[in-house]
């Protein structure tokens, strides 16, 4: 089973601020590698698919990057409305596919 | 647009059974899988299953084996987990997931989710 690492725990920034959130995987994943944005009360959100392909309707100050073990999910201006959990998930080896632990963003 | 629509809330007895729908709208249901996620109160995202909605296939985590059913009824364009043997440890939002990748293969990532249906497992 793959292990997906994520890093910091807890980002605290003010709005207008970038952001970035770390993920590595325990093997090489290529970029089959998803984030997922999960507000408090929500479901999932798919952000970013491939490492760095935004999904439909997601702002361009969303970014990912990365390939093999390493992986950044970038929000380049902070929004009130970014606030949440962030998970990365590899979908390279199965089953099962593995997220991260998540990353939770507060906007101060 | 996409939805996934859950069944409501379930309350079950330790080592009975739960059977959750996740009913698709607004596309062709029948090309794509579904994935199921289930998050315990307070923790992150563990991916349980698929199944492919084109061709019946299913891979379950290791974990659930033997416990685990997902299907899908093409005719009406909803797909169910079933839960065997519930434990304390099973309660959880369970989600359902579309799975883009299409004809019987996973593409991996989940594009649209369901609302979430709790499921609480206590005597």
């Known amino acids: 089973e793959i292990v997906m690492t994520q890093s910091p725990a807890t980002l605290s920034a003010s709005p207008g601020e970038r952001a970035t959130l770390s993920c590595r995987a325990s093997?090489?994943?290529?970029?089959?590698l998803a984030w997922y944005q999960q507000r408090l009360g929500q479901a999932p959100r798919l952000l970013i698919y491939?490492?760095?392909t935004r999904a439909t309707g997601i702002p361009d100050r969303f970014s990912g990057s990365g390939s093999g073990t390493e992986f950044t999910l970038t929000i380049s201006s902070l929004q009130s409305e970014d606030s949440a959990v962030y998970y990365c998930?590899?979908?390279?080896?199965?089953?099962?596919?593995?997220f991260g632990q998540g990353a939770k963003v507060e906007i101060k | 647009q996409i939805q996934l629509v859950q069944s409501g809330a379930e309350v079950k007895k330790p080592g009975a059974s739960v059977k959750v729908s996740c009913k698709a709208s607004n596309y062709t249901s029948a090309k794509y899988g579904i994935s199921w996620v289930r998050q315990a109160p307070g923790q992150g995202l563990e991916w349980m299953g698929w199944?492919?909605?084109?061709?019946?296939?299913?891979k379950y985590a290791q974990k659930f084996q033997g416990r685990l059913t997902m299907t899908t009824d093409t005719s009406t364009g909803t797909s169910y987990m079933e839960l065997r043997s519930l434990r304390s440890d099973d309660t959880a939002i369970y989600y359902c997931a579309r799975d883009p990748g299409g004809l019987g293969t996973s593409a991996g990532m989940m594009d649209y989710w369901g609302q979430g249906t709790l499921v609480a497992v206590s005597s």
């Open positions: 199944t492919s909605a084109h061709n019946g296939n299913t």
């Open positions: 998930q590899q979908y390279n080896n199965w089953p099962p596919w593995t």
């Open positions: 491939d490492a760095s």
């Open positions: 093997q090489t994943i290529s970029t089959n």
